[in-house]
């Protein structure tokens, strides 16, 4: 497993959030990797700490109140983050380097495509900034690789001259995606890119989004709530929960193996199609309080097979095969072969 080429590994990352008064645990010890020209589903309840890690990727944590603290995040091999030698971490890039990452190495598309469009500027314009900015093409060109971006995402050229007001939200969307693909990235960071979007808009964009992957070969970080975008576009899923991968594995496992009760939780929280008696199950209760660390199971406040040892031991992670990975006191490594304990 050491040689496997990942787009994108981050291996015992902490960050965190202090003001004056309190000091907020956003990300507590995760782990997640991508291998090259995979899409992984990064799932969990707001406040997971999805949004955190994925902008600690680009260290574009906002300053000064956050900082990662511990743990590496390297992308295609390059350190963005390493061990600082005092239990530490420290940025391994200069602010050049960061350039280059952001964007050109890694793009990242934003749930509301207004984040990244300038209204006051057509959209072939933005798209063409973004390639003169990492590539060395004159404006001409830049402008004509802006056209075949907008033609990938299904825009006809012409409309390169439009500004943002003139497109609807999904055409919005596209052109932001038609952005992030433009310098041919490694890896995207798509973060809830279809929330904002109507059912059917959703459905055409994840449809294209998974057409652009395919033909360009990207590897993709798919951060949502969602179990069927993850479903529909993935083919790895870690489960986030208060800043910690709580399972992880193949869609197959994930969702015929569920070994978390969270990941249950989220399961049981979904509408079924062919029931019509069945209630919604929420997973009852809220997300731990950022600014105290959880000494065992961050979930055993809201765990129905919590016991006396998960409010005092953080669980370790068990293997159940070669990707799927679960954290929870009630797996051991005889009873994990068999698959989920949970009914
Ligand atoms: Fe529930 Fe305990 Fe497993 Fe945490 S470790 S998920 S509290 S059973």
Redesign the pocket.
């Known amino acids: 497993q050491q040689n496997i080429p990942y787009a994108l590994d981050i291996r015992n990352l902490y960050v965190e959030f202090s003001s004056r008064r309190r000091t907020a645990y956003a990300v507590n010890g995760l782990d997640l990797r991508i291998p090259k020209g995979c899409t992984l589903g990064l799932v969990g309840e707001t406040g997971a700490g999805k949004t955190t890690t994925a902008l600690a990727v680009l260290n574009l944590i906002p300053q000064p109140a956050g900082r990662v603290t511990r743990g590496s995040i390297s992308v295609n091999g390059r350190y963005v983050f390493n061990d600082d030698g005092n239990g530490g971490s420290r940025v391994c890039m200069t602010e050049r380097d960061l350039e280059h990452l952001r964007g050109k190495s890694v793009s990242m598309i934003f749930q509301d495509p207004m984040t990244s469009l300038n209204p006051v500027l057509t959209v072939e314009f933005q798209i063409a900034e973004v390639i003169e900015a990492h590539e060395d093409v004159s404006r001409a060109e830049a402008i004509r690789r802006a056209g075949e971006a907008l033609e990938q995402v299904g825009i006809p050229r012409e409309r390169g001259k439009e500004y943002p007001y003139q497109f609807s939200g999904g055409m919005k969307q596209r052109v932001v995606i038609a952005m992030a693909l433009a310098c041919n990235p490694e890896l995207l960071i798509a973060d809830e890119p279809t929330t904002a979007l109507d059912v059917t808009i959703q459905a055409q964009v994840l449809d294209m989004m998974k057409k652009l992957r395919e033909k360009n070969g990207t590897s993709m970080l798919m951060i949502t709530h969602d179990l069927g975008i993850v479903a529909d576009v993935c083919d790895l899923v870690s489960v986030i929960y208060a800043g910690r991968v709580?399972e992880h594995g193949t869609l197959e496992d994930v969702f015929d193996h569920t070994l978390?009760?969270?990941t249950r939780g989220l399961f049981d929280s979904l509408p079924k199609m062919n029931s019509r008696k069945d209630r919604l199950k929420p997973i009852k209760g809220l997300m731990p309080d950022p600014s105290k660390r959880a000494v065992?199971?961050a979930?055993?406040e809201r765990?129905d097979?919590?016991?006396p040892?998960?409010f005092l031991e953080r669980?370790a992670i068990l293997r159940r095969t070669d990707e799927h990975v679960v954290a929870?006191?009630?797996y051991t490594s005889e009873n994990i072969v068999q698959g989920g304990v949970l009914k």
Request: glycine letters at 6%; one cysteine or more.
């Open positions: 709580v978390h009760p969270y065992g199971c979930l055993a765990c097979y919590a016991v040892r998960c669980p929870c006191h009630l």
